[in-house]
């Protein structure tokens, strides 16, 4: 599905104005983890669940999918932290990913909703998100779910806190040696980015690629290709 094009700083902005109309709401101050779940349906009054997504829409690889006239949004259950907490890092950044949809693309949405091609039937979800989905409205939920998750100025006093300094890390050498001895190179996330990835309750590699977009982790040309996807 084409959307408009949506510039970085757009989209962090958006993030931004959520925290705060959140915080406003609330009267409360958010440190990390940020908490999307009570965003999602506190503030924003999403109604959440989860469900097997595969058998549900007859899709593989769904993450989960958003319902905009119903304010819905269901998440694979595999993804769910009470039974699989190990993946509360990739679902809470695909949680964030679908109050991405919600606040960039539901106005966009809902003023075509006349138009049957935008809204299916038989209780179609308005957007579905696949793992591996690289499309223009994918990567804009994605960006914004990095920024609500990981914002700017919590990631610079939490580096701040844990190193004394804003100095860079060169994650080189470190890089040469996981890839050499992992066969997914996707798992490779340096121990600063899994370390500081507890602290926001996100999947160190989703850290890593945010730590590397600040310049806080550093890799040569060799390895910098290593690490470009949202986990």
């Given at each position: 599905?084409?959307?408009?094009?949506?510039?970085?700083?757009?989209?962090?902005?958006?993030?931004?104005?959520?925290?705060?109309?959140?915080?406003?709401?609330?009267?409360?101050?958010?440190?990390?983890?940020?908490?999307?779940?009570?965003?999602a349906?506190?503030?924003?009054?999403?109604?959440?669940?989860?469900?097997?997504?595969?058998?549900?829409?007859?899709?593989?690889?769904?993450?989960?999918?958003?319902?905009?006239?119903?304010?819905?949004?269901?998440?694979?259950?595999?993804?769910?932290?009470?039974?699989?907490?190990?993946?509360?890092?990739?679902?809470?950044?695909?949680?964030?990913?679908?109050?991405?949809?919600?606040?960039?693309?539901r106005?966009?949405?809902?003023?075509?909703?006349?138009?049957?091609?935008l809204?299916?039937?038989?209780?179609?979800?308005?957007?579905?998100?696949?793992a591996?989905?690289?499309?223009?409205?994918?990567?804009?939920?994605?960006?914004?779910?990095?920024?609500?998750?990981?914002?700017?100025?919590?990631?610079?006093?939490?580096?701040?806190?844990?190193h004394?300094n804003?100095?860079?890390?060169?994650?080189t050498?470190?890089?040469?040696?996981?890839?050499?001895?992992?066969?997914?190179?996707?798992?490779?996330?340096?121990?600063?980015?899994?370390?500081?990835?507890?602290?926001f309750?996100?999947?160190?590699?989703?850290?890593?690629?945010?730590?590397?977009?600040f310049?806080?982790?550093?890799?040569?040309?060799?390895v910098?290709?290593?690490?470009?996807?949202?986990?």
């Amino acid at each position: 599905m084409k959307v408009k094009f949506l510039e970085e700083k757009e989209i962090t902005t958006e993030a931004f104005l959520l925290l705060q109309a959140y915080e406003r709401q609330f009267n409360i101050r958010i440190a990390p983890p940020v908490p999307i779940d009570e965003i999602a349906e506190c503030h924003l009054e999403l109604d959440l669940r989860f469900d097997n997504m595969e058998r549900r829409l007859q899709k593989k690889d769904v993450l989960g999918a958003i319902w905009i006239e119903d304010k819905r949004v269901i998440i694979d259950q595999s993804l769910d932290p009470t039974t699989n907490p190990l993946k509360n890092g990739r679902y809470r950044f695909t949680l964030a990913h679908e109050v991405g949809h919600w606040t960039l693309h539901r106005l966009y949405y809902l003023t075509r909703a006349k138009q049957p091609a935008l809204f299916g039937v038989n209780d179609e979800p308005s957007i579905i998100c696949r793992a591996g989905d690289t499309e223009p409205i994918e990567w804009q939920a994605n960006t914004f779910a990095a920024h609500v998750l990981m914002p700017k100025e919590m990631i610079y006093n939490a580096w701040e806190q844990q190193h004394g300094n804003l100095r860079p890390y060169d994650a080189t050498d470190e890089v040469k040696l996981l890839s050499e001895s992992l066969t997914d190179t996707r798992t490779s996330t340096v121990g600063i980015a899994r370390d500081l990835a507890k602290q926001f309750h996100v999947s160190g590699q989703a850290m890593q690629i945010r730590l590397t977009g600040f310049g806080f982790v550093k890799f040569n040309k060799e390895v910098s290709g290593l690490f470009d996807k949202w986990n």
